[in-house]
């Protein structure tokens, strides 16, 4: 499984996304609130890698201390995959935002595990986009309606409050508390 290191919004954000999700769902279509894992919520993936190790947790208190701080979600961003494509939200990339990104690889590079120096290659700087998932593997019709469902042009101002170690191995959560906590 994959571990990753996630960036976790404000309330009043979390619950627009939620929201968005139960749109989706409403609509009969594939979304995040459907997937079984009772940990499952909106967030913005920093990095993601095959194994991050516990002791990360401990490393990364100097980006948890950065929060909580602004965040900007944005129209929604398209990733295809084969026939299917993942719809999301893209996430401004400020620049507080892309040194919280570059300064979580740095402090990762010692915890990445079981022979896998690297980050996946679209978490790495240069290659990652910062979004919210909204649903995954949507045929063309899917697609279309799910965009004809959201109000693309609405942007949510809110902040990034809690940094989130999920382990996928063990489908297990650690929130690392930042400076409002």
Known sequence: MVHSLELLLDEASDQYIRDEWHTLDSAGLPNQSTIRSGS?????????????????DAALAPASLRLPFAATIGAPIL?????????ARIVVPSTELLSVHAQAIRLLTDHLGDGEPTTMAHSTPGYWTP???????LDPDQLGRALAALDSRATIDGSFVGLRHWDGDAKTEFVLGGRAC
């Open 40 to 56: 499952n919520r909106p967030h913005v993936t920093l990095v993601a890698a095959k194994r991050i190790a516990g002791a990360a």
């Open 79 to 87: 990733f295809a995959q084969g026939s299917r494509t993942t719809l």
């Open 131 to 137: 979004h919210v998932t909204l649903a995954r593997r």
